[in-house]
């Protein structure tokens, strides 16, 4: 739990995290890191058919996602281990979950539930295609939302077929809408002094973050291609080979262009008519491309990153995850944050990318262990250390 002591910018909200895998945990974790008081909601050891389905719970993901949280076991399935979870919304600000929407009604863990025993609370429910409607029952995966929301079909080289983006853009989009979600419904709460219910998917993060993407489909009726590392309709801007490796330009404007072929030498380039507005640099592209691959196959790429940034060319290396947290600029913005871990000891993992000058985002605390917090949470509900122990013996905690 993070130490509210300090300037927090979220210390006065409580919230029940019932979510698992990415989506959700991504979410949580906004609030975790400004200071939110978050109780973890797991299940005792051994009743989760899913336990371990990650690799375990020390492994990297799960330190990474699951940090500044206090942990609570709780059977949902039984009616004592939901009574305590109802006991707990009582005081509760928010309640996040990405269980298939079918399941928490089942479990009684759906909004008309939640807000009869607490009207301010929030709910944010995470699914992979939404509360209603003809897939509301399917599964949702990071992948499937990239092939349905429209993002492998644009991502890749075309003639290769559709290509899948490296990380879980989905989940994570999800994750980071759903937590807008909640600080909107936070902030309307304090007008209205009711909660409300709180609705992503992964589906429809994916078209979101498609952005100009979709609109250009939208409104002009275009259905975009795979472009590979070009811009879809920018250039000369897209990825370069020098003399060790590659590297990234976004000399997308004319000024920004003339500079990067005055730095190379190629005043041929600079000066040729056709090449003094985008329209006609986009139509020869391929012979563009060529021609500055040339030139820069002549010098290492870490020259051209300072030559081409000196003349005012965004230009920018193609880093491995090593080489990120290297940088110098990474290191300043400090990306990573270090916790001391029971069995690893002291580990790094990524740090929050907001920056807040007056209630900065914490990172105080790695994963807890498996319930390590339950006799202090149900202390806290009035129980007795004695029924404590009763509801250990019926593996209801």
Known sequence: MPDNTTASALGHFKVLDLSRIR??????????DFGADVIRIESPAGLDPNEGALGGRDTYDMLNLHRNKRSLTLNLKSQQGRDIFHQLVRTADVVVENYRPDVKERLGLDYATLSAINPRIIL??????????PYRERPG???IAQGMGGLMSVTGTPGEGPMRAGIAVADSGAGVYAAVGVLVALLERERSGIGQWVQSSLLQSMIALCDFQAARYLIEGEIPPQSGNDHPFATPMGTYQSSDGHFNIGASGTTQFRSLCTSIGRLDLRDEPNYQKNPG??????????ELNKAFAKETTQHWVDLLNEAGVPCGPIYNMKQVFEDPQVQHLQMTTTLQ????GAIRVVNQPLVLSRTPAHVQTTQSELGEHNKAILSELGFSLDEIEKLSDHKVI
């Open 23 to 32: 989506s959700g945990p991504t979410c949580v974790r906004v609030l975790a």
């Open 124 to 133: 944010a429910s995470i699914s992979g295609f939404g509360q209603d409607g």
């Open 141 to 143: 995966f990071d992948q």
């Open 281 to 290: 640099r986009l139509k020869d592209r391929a012979f563009i491309n060529a």
């Open 341 to 344: 871990h029971p069995r690893k």
